[in-house]
């Protein structure tokens, strides 16, 4: 029953979608699994939640490497739930002024706006900008022209790298009219168009090709695997 | 020397990343100038869609990014705001990414309050917000947006918000404009909104860079205009300022192209460590021969 009962829904939502793609007058039945499959994902977010709390619960309570990282997800978790779902610091809403949860969340001042502002935003962009760092360091020790192919790599590789900036125009603008192809910003956009395309466009098919089967693998009962081994 | 090049600790490597990048920063702020953009075909096709818009049209800005993406993706999201509200097109906002309304609030406050005065929310633009769902929600808003979206952003009821009106699909939009930072975003709206409506949904985007290869196998039909992370948008930032902006215009509108400085240096840098590591390499090899 636990695991007939979840081959029986994957397998009746996958072939509802399938027979509303290709048949138009069954359009609506795709309609209706869409919005399943979104309130589904709105629950999810709640299970997330509660996932969250207790991988970082355990590894606290069992005192495992880095639990004091844990502990601060665990209060910064809970700390922005409260703020946020009890719309703490929040005006009510000039519409609704008699109910105090009538506001916006995010109002300018309050705290969620806060911990958005102060806490997130800048914990966030300050890892994404990391990556730069990251990036320099990577260049250093992995690229080696040590074959044919790792010639290719990086001279596509620098193409793209002054394409992308002025210098590719820069250094090769002196070049005559009938070269114009040759310069860095017009290879940039070949290579990106003709070959970055074709190879691109190959692997998609070859995925497209590979989700089908598998999907229908999925459907029919045979891939079982997603449902876990039934163990505890 | 040589071993010391040998053996170099990255941390060298990240402060020269952080004085390449802080340098062109400083002069770029300081002085105001920025290097000569010249925009490419698909920078001018995105224009060009927006262009060929005319006055009232309705126009769906999708903003699915974050803030760790805004430094890449914030100008443009200025700049099709900027350009879409300069052509007095219909403004309808909404995101895939939870913190997507807060980018949405940034480009108000930037671009529509200060330098749009007249416009009325409800009437000239509207932010209907968030919804979970990643391309669940496309597929559901393509052809019924009310099954989703029962109020915007603040909580009144769409139907009491003038310009919803008419609205009833994403096929009653003239265009769809995404600004994606990865999943769920452009990828997803070509497959779930374009491909099964090609005569009915046009989209261009702009992505980061490290999403721009994914998404040129649509180009150009299933997704004429795309603006490639920060260069894409200082070209599009271009075309706008140059049409709408005059001759001086309000700084927040050259933040993509103020951007490109620091990214050439970043570039040259990370070619000139490549070229150095090689260098090393091949001398290691030559020693090893001798």
Known sequence: MKRTVPLIITALGGFVLIVAYFIPAT????????????????????????????????????????????????????????????????????????????????????????????????????MFAMLAFYIASAAFRAFRAKNIEAILLLSTAFIILLGRTFAGVFLTSWMPDF?????????????????????????????????????????????????????? | MFEFFKNLDRRWIFLLMF?????????????????????????????????????????LLSFDFDPA??????????????????????????????VGPQMIDDVIEKVIKPDFPHMEYGIDYVNIGFKPGNEGVIKVIVTDLRQLYTTDDKGTNIDKIPMMADIHSVQDFELVMNISAGYAGTKEWVQYAVTPYPDKIKLVAGCTGVQAPLLYPYIPDQLPGLLGAIKGAAEYE?????????????????????????????????????????????????????
């Not at chain 2, 920025?34 to 309705?58: C, H, K, M, W, Y």
Request: some cysteine; proline content about 5%; charged content about 20%.
């Open chain 2, 238 to 290: 271009k075309l706008v300022v140059d049409k709408y902006a005059g001759e001086t215009p309000d700084p927040k509108y050259l933040e993509g192209r103020r951007r490109m400085g620091p990214q050439l240096v970043a570039h040259l840098l990370i070619i000139l460590l490549i070229i150095l590591a090689n260098v090393i390499y091949f001398g290691e090899k030559r020693r090893e021969v001798r």
């Open chain 1, 27 to 126: 359009q609506n039945w795709g309609e209706v699994a869409a919005i399943w499959f979104d309130i589904l994902a709105s629950i999810a977010f709640v299970l997330g939640g509660g996932n969250l709390i207790r991988i970082h619960l355990k590894k606290v309570s069992n005192k495992g490497a880095g639990w004091g990282y844990s502990l601060i997800t665990i209060v910064a978790f809970l700390a922005t739930l409260v703020v946020g779902l009890g719309k703490i610091g929040v005006h009510p809403s000039a519409l609704y002024p008699n109910f105090p949860l009538s506001g916006e969340y995010r109002e300018l001042g309050s705290p969620f706006w806060w911990l958005y502002e102060y806490a997130f935003k800048p914990l966030t962009a300050t």
């Open chain 2, 69 to 98: 993406s805004e430094g890449e993706l914030g100008p443009m999201a200025t700049a099709f705001t900027y350009h879409c509200a300069s052509k007095g097109l219909k403004l309808y906002f909404m995101a895939l990414w939870p």
């Open chain 1, 179 to 232: 070269l114009s192809g040759l310069r860095i910003e017009n290879l940039t956009i070949y290579i990106m168009s003709v070959f970055n395309t074709a190879g691109n466009r190959a692997i998609m098919i070859g995925i497209a090709l590979g989700i089908a089967s598998t999907s229908l693998k999925v459907l029919l009962g045979v891939d079982r695997s997603y449902l876990g081994t039934g163990e505890k």
């Open chain 2, 19 to 59: 004085i390449s990048v802080s340098i062109p920063i400083y002069i770029v702020g300081k002085t105001g100038k920025t290097f000569p953009e010249v925009p490419t075909i698909l920078s001018e096709e995105t224009f060009r869609a927006i262009e060929e818009l005319n006055e009232g049209d309705p126009v």
